[in-house]
């Protein structure tokens, strides 16, 4: 059975560094891709980056500057780091499994993670 | 990057009912565009993807058109557990892009 569980830090400071985990099971992230989406409170969904199944990274352009995607392939996790948080990077994280190689949609997702940026 | 319009915004009806979800993108996509449902307390769950093809175990009340840059997607007979938010996402090129989102709600 597929499953994807985010887990981080609730509250953060402005200034601070993001750290979320996606514990994945069911399929291995060596054979997956998979993808971080974020969601601000009462807005639509935004696609962070992913890390793709050989290892190599991709970031939304408006957000590389402050991103890292990486994993520990012999725990299948994934981990995403955003550093210089401001309020608006309040929201839910998702961690999402890409349905198969060379295409962009989502087929299992986590529960997501409520992150809020505040001093 | 591609920009997805979804419309309407709020939608309201009842069990039983069809409704119609639309979704626009600012250039075209071809056929590659998904609708995820979204509750509270829930994983999103991917309905359709590249236009039309209905994700396994979703029921067959719902249904996806489209191409190019208009998309919709038909619910058929409205059941209770239908009710919640609904997402189109382009997976046309990169990034992927989603749509604001559409709340069906219980009239």
């Known amino acids: 059975q597929v499953r994807l569980k985010e887990s981080g830090p609730r509250l953060v400071q402005p200034s601070q560094t993001l750290s979320v985990t996606c514990t994945v099971s069911g399929f291995s992230v060596t054979s997956y891709h998979v993808s971080w989406v974020r969601q601000p409170p009462g807005k639509g969904l935004e696609w962070v980056g992913a890390i793709w199944k050989g290892g190599s990274t991709d970031y939304n352009s408006a957000l590389k500057s402050r991103l890292s995607i990486s994993r520990d392939t012999s725990k299948n996790q994934v981990f995403l780091k955003m550093n210089s948080l401001q309020t608006d990077d309040t929201g839910t994280y998702y961690c999402?499994?890409?349905?198969?190689?060379?295409?962009?949609?989502?087929?299992?997702w986590g529960q997501g993670v409520m992150v809020t940026v505040s001093s | 990057d591609v920009q997805m319009t979804q419309s309407p915004y709020n939608l309201a009806a009842s069990p039983g009912e069809s409704v119609s979800i639309n979704c626009k993108a600012s250039k075209s996509i071809s056929k590659y565009l998904a609708w995820y449902q979204q509750k509270p307390g829930k994983a999103n769950k991917l309905l359709i993807y590249d236009g039309s093809t209905l994700q396994s175990g979703i029921p067959s009340r719902f249904s996806g058109s489209g191409s190019g840059t208009d998309f919709t997607l038909t619910i058929r007979s409205l059941e209770p557990e239908d009710f919640g938010l609904y997402y189109c996402?382009?997976?046309?090129?990169?990034?992927?892009?989603f749509g604001a989102g559409t709340k069906l709600e219980l009239k």
């Open positions: 999402a499994k890409h349905s198969r190689e060379l295409v962009y949609y989502f087929d299992y």
């Open positions: 996402q382009q997976h046309n090129e990169y990034p992927p892009t």
